[in-house]
């Protein structure tokens, strides 16, 4: 069992940045792959990034070069890097974990968090 908390998430300008956080529980935390979901009113939750758990990274073409996922497994936590936000970034941002996935299909995660709101004014 894998138990994760954001935070992070707040109200920020256009071109601003921010820096989510996701604490995970468990001894085993270095074994997951992570990844990081938004989903904003009325649409489906998307992938954003995703970094197994050799280290290796994928973001979303939307947010790359922007957003850096990364993770510190002596804190337990993986976090996302959020810079030149835009309005259209504005969603609940959610992390996830599994033992071997962290591609773009959130059905396959085994566990999720409660999400942390990132709202970005134009």
């Known amino acids: 069992q894998v138990q994760l908390v954001e935070s992070g998430g707040g109200l920020v300008q256009a071109g601003g940045s921010l820096r989510l956080s996701c604490a995970a529980s468990?001894?085993?935390?270095?074994?997951?792959?992570m990844g990081w979901f938004r989903q904003a009113p009325g649409k489906e939750r998307e992938f954003v990034a995703g970094q197994s758990w050799s280290g290796i990274r994928t973001h979303a073409d939307s947010v790359k070069g922007r957003f850096t996922i990364s993770r510190d497994n002596a804190k337990t936590t993986v976090y996302l890097q959020m810079n030149s936000l835009k309005p259209e970034d504005t969603a609940l941002y959610y992390c996830a974990a599994d033992l071997n996935y962290s591609g773009r299909d959130p059905g396959r995660y085994d566990y999720w968090g409660q999400g942390t709101q990132v709202t970005v004014s134009s």
């Open positions: 468990g001894r085993t935390f270095s074994s997951y792959a």
